[in-house]
Each structure stands twice: as structure tokens, then as C-alpha cells.
């Protein structure tokens, strides 16, 4: 049946794409059922969309909106590590209570990148800023928001695609925990700034990092563009791995 009169076009063929998209067994629909749904001819489907990648990508972000919205209007606890484990639970939540939006959102076939994909990548990147500025992160945080989304959507995956391989309940969990804290380190009780640990110096990649985070919140004025930017390249480098106080083989 086609959708009500006082949606626009557009709103009426993600209605009905969102309604088909639920019901489906693979996260696929056709233009064909879309456009009898919607009551709309093909014509102004891809006048709208421009194909059927573009459709499905429209879908995606409509379907991930409250999900992103939730996490735009979350405060930073006081621990940023935690709200890294926080999101990952999250995350792995809404998969499998939307498997049809989030297999799409992930599928190689769709060649139009959904915004919600970035969008929540760069929010996973965020947090991972504070961990780095808190002296708790052990590599850049470029480089963790690739490790943390790669193993959490590899997770939600796996869980939704081979569910009689992933019985554990707990897997979810373990493998949060065994990814995030073979990157973060303890807070030092003694000081929760990210100085250095009282019983030795803090390993040259985590200063890096922390040292990179806290530069990026806040540039002293004293520094010009150009050297900021060349500052941020060699702390880039030593938080990478890629320096340090040994030689180098």
C-alpha cells in the first residue's frame, strides 16, 4: 500500500525502503518492490537518489540517526577509557537490534559511503582523543579508531552473520576488553594527568601521544603554523612506534 499523501516523495520511498529493508531476508530490497510500496514510478526514485547505492546509503543514515544522536548528546564521563568500552557495548547493541541497517551500512556492495559510517567513526575518534590527552593511550589515535571500529564491526558481524560460532554471550565483552586494553594503560593513581608514572618515565609512544593530544586541544601561541605542524609530526612518529630512545635497526 503506498504511503500517506502528506509525505513528500522522498519520505515516502525511505518509509517504504526502511519497512522492506525490516522484513527482508538479506539486507537487500529491490527498486521495483521500493517504488510499488511507495507508490512512486522508478523515474523519481533516481531522480532523487540517483541509484539504487545512493537509496540504500540514504536508508543507512536515516536508520542510524537516533543511535548517532544518542551518542552526539552523551557527556564524557570522567574516565575516558570506560566511555571507550561504553560505546563499544553500544555499538554491538544496536547491530544486532537493527541487523538489516547494519550489515548494510558495512556491506562491501554498497559504493556509496553511508555518512552515518564516518560520522561514527569520527565520534569513536573523539574519545580516543581524551584517552591520548590523559596519558592513556599507547598509539595515535588515528591509528586506535582504526584497531577499535575494525574490531568492533568485525564483532557485530559476526555475532549477526555466523551466530551458531559465537555462542559465548560473553564474547562480545572479552574481545572489548582484550582489544582496548592492549592500547590504553592504567590510570597512575598517583597522578591522573598522565605524567609520568612515580616509579619510572611513561614509555616515549604513550608522552608522544599524550603530548600530541594535548597540543592539538590547545596550540600554545608562542608556536607558529608551521612549527605546530612540524612538532605534530615528529610526536605523530615517536607515538607511533617510529622513533625513540633505541636505535634504529
Not at 513528500?8 to 531476508?25: S, V
Not at 552515518?116 to 592513556?136: D, K, M, N, S, V
Request: hydrophobic share 45%.
Amino acid at each position: 500500500m503506498p504511503y500517506g499523501e502528506g509525505m513528500d516523495a522522498r519520505e515516502k520511498i525511505l518509509e517504504a525502503t526502511t519497512a522492506l529493508l525490516a522484513e527482508a531476508p538479506v539486507a537487500d530490497v529491490s527498486t521495483r518492490a521500493v517504488c510499488e510500496a511507495a507508490g512512486v514510478g522508478a523515474p523519481m526514485l533516481y531522480r532523487i537518489f540517483g541509484d539504487k547505492a545512493g537509496l540504500l546509503a540514504a536508508v543507512v543514515d536515516r536508520g542510524f540517526e537516533r543511535y548517532l544522536a544518542s551518542k552526539r548528546a552523551a557527556r564524557p564521563g570522567k574516565d575516558p577509557v570506560a566511555d571507550l568500552k561504553k560505546g563499544w557495548d553500544n555499538h554491538t547493541r544496536f547491530a544486532l537490534e537493527h541487523p538489516n541497517h547494519y550489515r548494510l551500512m558495512y556491506s562491501p556492495g554498497l559504493t556509496v559511503p553511508p555518512a552515518a559510517a564516518q560520522e561514527a567513526h569520527a565520534l569513536l575518534h573523539a574519545i580516543l582523543e581524551r584517552c591520548a590527552a590523559a596519558g592513556r593511550l599507547t598509539m595515535p589515535p588515528v591509528l586506535a579508531t582504526q584497531v577499535i571500529m575494525s574490531a568492533n564491526v568485525g564483532a557485530a558481524l559476526s555475532l549477526l552473520t555466523r551466530p551458531e560460532q559465537y555462542p559465548d554471550p560473553r564474547f562480545s565483552a572479552r574481545l572489548r576488553d582484550a582489544v582496548i586494553d592492549s592500547l590504553t594503560r592504567p590510570t597512575d593513581p598517583a597522578d591522573a594527568t598522565g605524567a609520568p608514572a612515580s616509579d619510572g618515565q611513561a614509555p616515549v609512544p604513550v608522552a608522544a601521544a599524550t603530548l600530541a593530544a594535548r597540543l592539538r586541544a590547545d596550540v600554545p601561541p608562542a608556536f607558529t603554523p608551521a612549527e605546530s605542524a612540524l612538532l605534530q609530526q615528529w610526536l605523530e612518529k615517536l607515538s607511533a612506534g617510529r622513533g625513540g630512545s633505541g636505535p634504529t635497526p
